[in-house]
């Protein structure tokens, strides 16, 4: 489902609609095109409407200069207020949070790129809250439109589960909750750039982390015509006060929130939280960060009808809880309450980012370490030795390549096929029991379960003669004989 918003015309900064060449008398000489001024005609809009909500913008239509050669564009002080512009920009579409960052970005962009901004907010699970009042916020920050998508069905069963089919682990530990989120909001981004007629992208990721090479790369992949532009490695602004005060120069309300003192990012995978105390690693995480997962120590002492739970698995996908078939988005959701009463799934862990530097993260992720679990445990039926073997080995690979933003890369979308292929016949369902942050195999079953318990018993079968141990031993330890052989004779 989407949602879209129109808020007010982003017609103001459309500065050159009928462009002409000027004489040194201002007079108006050749007609100039469009795209020799650096301006996309702009496509389909959503919305077109007056420019009563954005600050009016006057222009002296015979003093507007092209530069042709270059990327920097002059226009007049009535314009933006007599700065020279970084590049001539149509429309950018921001990926907007309605936090400070992002609201001092919109005013930000239209200042420096003589742009109109389209805001873009994805549902992506982060909760009701983190979207109430984005409209009003994105008006008064001077955007001309607010688009709105529902991803959070989008967002599981075709970036969550393809992972969790694949087992992609990031360094030991880390289930790849914002690894797996940020290419499905740059794809919506492009979808949305298209839309509109927009011929740029905007986020808000500062220069440290992997968030920025994530979207970018999505941007690449998908649109490589497409600008791209990162404030956080071009603007002065260098944190919070200076964000403050570059808002109260433009007017723009400051988001009146309490400043939280962790770096965090939620969707419906997990909840992470970086930053203050988590900047040493010897700090032992303070309880009241946790957010979605009740402590472990706390959670109930006595049975409950939820301390056991029953996942249903089709082709190495989750399907069903306690055998109601869900959707993939409502299922994660069902297992997200269930493991949170239960203090599942926190993880706390150093890692190595992908621009060099290790980091400290707290991550919560009650729903997918339960599915984590019962995807492995049905495949020890399922796979066979060798298969298990080269799925662990290009799990690896498939995790560095997700966590690295690489997700439409050719090499990630094979092994994703490789695993639907070899998962077929993971089929089946899995018990688990849920106590005090711990998760223990109640049972597992599948139709195509390659354990025999007429081959597996301790008494006698027809398929397994245990005296034909003896010859396999002597073959499979051969090459140790001629070694210990070898030694011996050299030694001796």
């Given at each position: 489902m989407t949602q879209c918003r129109a808020i007010s015309s982003c017609t103001s900064l459309n500065l050159f609609p009928h462009a002409s060449r000027t004489d040194l008398s201002g007079k108006a000489a050749t007609s100039l095109p469009l795209h020799e001024l650096g301006v996309k005609a702009g496509g389909h809009s959503i919305a077109h409407c007056s420019s009563k909500n954005l600050a009016p913008i006057r222009i002296n239509k015979f003093a507007i200069r092209a530069v042709v050669a270059s990327d920097k564009e002059s226009i007049p002080a009535g314009a933006t207020e007599g700065k020279v512009l970084r590049k001539k920009l149509d429309k950018v579409v921001l990926a907007y949070s309605g936090g400070l960052d992002t609201s001092v970005i919109v005013p930000w962009l239209r200042e420096n790129y003589g742009c109109e901004v389209v805001c873009f907010t994805a549902d992506v699970g982060q909760g009701i809250k983190e979207l109430e009042g984005l409209e009003e916020k994105a008006k008064a920050s001077g955007a001309c439109q607010l688009v709105v998508k529902d991803l959070k069905e989008e967002f599981v069963k075709d970036y969550i589960f393809p992972c969790l089919?694949?087992?992609?682990?990031?360094?030991?530990?880390?289930?790849?909750?914002?690894?797996?989120?940020?290419?499905?909001?740059?794809?919506?981004?492009?979808?949305?750039?298209?839309?509109?007629?927009?011929?740029?992208?905007?986020?808000?990721?500062?220069g440290k982390g992997n968030d920025q090479v994530r979207f970018e790369l999505t941007f690449f992949a998908l649109n490589p015509e497409l600008s791209v532009v990162a404030p956080w490695r071009e603007w002065e602004i260098r944190g919070r006060e200076d964000a403050i005060e570059y808002a109260k120069k433009h007017s723009i309300p400051v988001p009146?929130?309490?400043?939280?003192?962790?770096?965090?990012?939620?969707?419906?995978?997990?909840?992470?939280?970086?930053?203050?105390?988590?900047?040493?690693?010897?700090?032992?995480?303070?309880?009241?960060?946790?957010?979605?997962?009740?402590?472990?120590?706390?959670?109930?002492?006595?049975?409950?009808?939820?301390?056991?739970?029953?996942?249903?698995?089709?082709?190495g996908l989750p399907v069903s809880v306690d055998g109601v078939k869900l959707s993939p988005a409502s299922l994660l959701s069902k297992l997200n309450e269930i493991g949170k009463r239960h203090g599942i799934g926190r993880i706390d862990m150093v890692e190595n980012r992908l621009v060099g530097m290790k980091s400290r993260g707290v991550y919560e992720t009650p729903g997918g370490t339960i599915l984590f679990t019962a995807v492995r445990e049905l495949e020890s039926l399922t796979l066979d030795r060798e298969t298990?073997?080269?799925?662990?080995?290009?799990?690896?690979?498939?995790?560095?390549?997700?966590?690295?933003?690489?997700?439409?890369?050719?090499?990630?979308?094979?092994?994703?096929?490789?695993?639907?292929?070899?998962?077929?016949?993971t089929t089946g369902s899995v018990t688990l029991k849920l106590y005090k942050g711990s998760i223990s195999v109640a049972g597992r079953e599948s139709p195509y379960s390659l354990y025999r318990q007429d081959i597996s018993s301790f008494e006698s079968g027809q398929i397994y003669d245990q005296a034909d141990a003896a010859g396999f031993i002597r073959l499979y330890g051969l090459p140790m004989r001629v070694r210990a052989m070898l030694d011996k004779g050299r030694y001796d």
């Open positions: 089919r694949a087992g992609a682990i990031y360094e030991r530990k880390y289930l790849l909750g914002t690894s797996m989120a940020r290419p499905v909001i740059a794809k919506a981004m492009v979808d949305v750039a298209r839309e509109v007629g927009a011929d740029a992208v905007s986020h808000g990721c500062t009146v929130t309490k400043k939280s003192i962790y770096s965090r990012d939620r969707n419906l995978w997990h909840l992470s939280h970086e930053g203050d105390i988590l900047e040493d690693p010897a700090n032992e995480p303070k309880e009241d960060m946790y957010m979605i997962s009740v402590n472990p120590e706390d959670a109930p002492d006595q049975p409950d009808p939820f301390r056991k739970v029953k996942i249903g698995i089709d082709a298990m073997q080269v799925k662990d080995s290009l799990a690896l690979k498939y995790a560095e390549l997700v966590y690295a933003g690489r997700w439409f890369d050719p090499l990630r979308e094979s092994m994703d096929a490789f695993m639907e292929e070899i998962t077929k016949s």
